[in-house]
RNA sequence: GGGCCUGUAGCUUAGUCAGGUAGAGCACCGGGCUUUUAACCCGGUGGCCGGGGGUUCGAAUCCCCCCGGGCCCUCCA
């Protein structure tokens, strides 16, 4: 069974309507990795609904949280809005100025990631935090919290095993810069929380308005409160033991809330990079992923994999193995069949579920999704073919195409232009034509290959210039020099490529000019 | 220091929760397609399931110990 199939069985326990959440600060550019925070929830939320639950899918920007420091695309001008809520910041401009006319700092980062999300058929119901502070649901939370402050206090020191210290309070003020930092807590008198900031300003803060917000291991808990939360699936970093789940859970039952239940997911590392990060410029953005990579393929990546693995992602040699599994996985799905062992029953069940939640949009047929040729093949006659219609018709040629190619197949091709012409396309998969004969390819080519070369150099003289009237050229030269086909192709693959392995080599030649090609034969 | 997750063929992994003879893909090797050598089809090699102990008729699966990798206990998907 499928993970997400797996979680929807076990929210069909619970009561009442089930509220999938999704959280991510805004705190710069997206990544690769926030994919996995989006897309497990999302693939829950579908699988409730394929299981006949009612189900919402929200994604909850955490819009209140501070600017916790000057992040490298940042101007040093931003210093001023540290401890600043997201939301109350301007976004940076190209310079990483800040930017009067580009909207909030938080708006400005997610409007692209929520583009993206639907590119891969995710469209959430956005939840800003900030505007649930704004308009007072947090309010009964706040009270609840601030008047349990010492049941709160004892739950996170005992349970994650850390001290608070002395002046801890359950809520923090925005002082009179708009700062959360440097303010404390002076007293409490509902509604307002009274404070003074580090300027020494005193001033008071209404809980019924995002002038303040709970600190992040209760504000978590009082969401799930506040929206009737009944899974929300959580990067490890929460999910450790003593982290903020395994506090946020007996707090929201404190609030009154009826918490769901603890999941973790692994992170997404690049490969050989380690974990994602922005500062250190390890990082692949959604949209830029996009733009190579198909959306389903996208998704599959994440839905073949459970939950509590690493994922490596990497845009080389990797994407053609996953995206290649994808296609053949839809082509020719796993079906059960009678005396079949348990294990692979079940996991008939996972693959198929796997496929059912790579499509981007829920209820549509997986098989028109494939492209109905590999992606190795793809990238070979997208490097040899500078027209689309030259891809397509060799496609016919090879049968990989019966008639005019679907959208799926053309967005395939698109996207593996900009695949191939962006630097995260792997050298090994690149075709080089070599414009001289390199020393170690010629100490491959024996004496017998030779002869065949010349005969062939000579031939191509004056044959037509076409795919076929070549490749009737290299088999008759070949024949005729008395050298096996096999060990032909090998020689012309070194002379022309520098390997002894390549794609069709008669389309390579036809795209090649007649002098060069004949010049570079001629040569060895 | 305390704790969570993870370790299955060269690589990526399924199967672990509900114990019952180790499955798959890639790579590799071989064959076929009498014009496709990074296409396509068929077949094959390859695993004391990290190590050790225990429970059981039976353990990759449950329990204990150890080793390696990742992570948390301040913010991080």
New binding site residues.
């Given amino acids: 069974?499928?993970?997400a199939d797996?979680a929807a069985q076990k929210l069909s326990e619970r009561e009442g309507p089930q509220v999938v959440v999704?959280?991510?600060?805004p705190?710069?550019e997206f990544?690769?990795?926030?994919?996995?925070?989006i897309l497990s929830a999302e693939m829950i939320h579908r699988a409730c609904l394929d299981f006949g639950l009612e189900s919402r899918y929200v994604f909850i920007v955490?819009s209140m949280?501070p600017l916790?420091r000057v992040y490298d695309f940042l101007s040093p001008s931003y210093e001023s809005y540290i401890g600043v809520p997201l939301a109350n910041i301007p976004a940076p401009g190209e310079d990483g100025e800040p930017d009067p006319e580009g909207g909030s700092y938080a708006e400005f980062f997610l409007r692209p990631f929520l583009g993206a999300l639907k590119q891969i058929g995710v469209e959430p119901e956005v939840i800003m935090n900030h505007e649930t502070y704004q308009n007072g649901e947090f309010a009964e939370m706040i009270d609840l919290a601030i008047t349990n402050r010492d049941e709160i206090h004892g739950i996170?020191e005992s349970v994650?095993?850390?001290?608070?210290p002395e002046d801890w309070f359950p809520y923090s003020p925005l002082g009179s810069n708009g700062s959360l930092d440097g303010v404390k807590v002076t007293g409490y008198d509902r509604p307002f929380v009274h404070w003074i900031d580090g300027q020494g300003i005193e001033g008071k803060s209404d809980i019924r308005l995002a002038e303040g917000k709970l600190?992040?291991?209760i504000d978590?808990a009082a969401r799930w409160a506040i929206h009737s939360v009944t899974c929300e699936?959580?990067?490890?970093?929460?999910?450790?033991?003593?982290?903020?789940y395994d506090t946020g859970i007996p707090i929201c039952e404190l609030l009154g809330g009826n918490p769901p239940e603890k999941m973790?997911?692994?992170?997404?590392?690049l490969k050989g990079m380690?974990?994602?990060?922005s500062s250190a410029g390890v990082t692949i953005g959604p949209m830029e992923a996009l733009s190579i990579v198909p959306p389903e393929i996208l998704r599959y990546v994440i839905a073949?994999?459970?939950m509590?693995?690493?994922?490596?992602f990497d845009t080389g040699?990797?994407m053609?193995?996953?995206a290649?599994?994808y296609?053949?996985l839809v082509?020719?799905p796993p079906n059960e069949e009678e005396g079949m062992?348990?294990?692979?029953r079940?996991?008939v069940k996972?693959?198929r579920g796997a496929m059912r939640f790579s499509q981007v949009s829920r209820d549509s047929d997986p098989s028109d999704s494939v492209g109905g040729?590999?992606f190795?093949?793809l990238?070979?006659l997208a490097?040899i073919k500078s027209d689309d219609d030259g891809v397509w018709s060799?496609l016919r040629?090879?049968?990989?195409l019966p008639g005019e190619p679907s959208t799926s197949l053309r967005s395939r091709l698109e996207k593996m232009r900009s695949w191939i012409g962006g630097g995260h396309f792997p050298e090994?998969?690149?075709?080089i034509i070599q414009s001289e004969v390199g020393e170690e390819a010629e100490s491959q080519i024996d004496e017998d290959s030779r002869s065949f070369l010349e005969l062939l150099a000579q031939r191509l003289e004056s044959c037509d210039w076409d795919?076929?009237s070549i490749?009737?050229t290299v088999?008759s030269s070949?024949s005729d020099s008395g050298l096996?086909?096999?060990?032909?192709?090998?020689s012309l693959?070194l002379v022309i490529?520098g390997?002894?392995?390549?794609?069709?080599?008669?389309?390579l030649m036809a795209e090649m000019d007649r002098e060069s090609l004949i010049g570079v034969i001629s040569s060895i």
């Avoid at 990544?31 to 925070?37: A, D, K, N, S, V």
């Avoid at 380690?274 to 990060?277: A, D, F, I, L, Q």
């Fill in positions: 069974m499928h993970w797996f999704s959280g991510i600060t705190s710069g990544h690769i990795g926030h994919l996995r925070e955490d949280d916790r996170i994650s095993g850390r001290d608070l600190p992040w291991r978590w699936p959580a990067g490890k970093d929460h999910g450790a033991a003593g982290g903020s973790v997911y692994e992170w997404i590392q380690g974990p994602m990060s073949r994999s459970k509590n693995r690493h994922i490596e040699a990797m053609f193995l996953t290649d599994e296609e053949r082509s020719n062992s348990k294990r692979k079940i996991s996972t693959r040729v590999s190795r093949h990238s070979m490097q060799s040629r090879s049968g990989h090994g998969s690149r075709i795919e076929d490749g009737e088999r070949a096996g086909n096999r060990q032909a192709y090998v693959y490529l390997r002894d392995y390549g794609p069709r080599i008669s389309s």
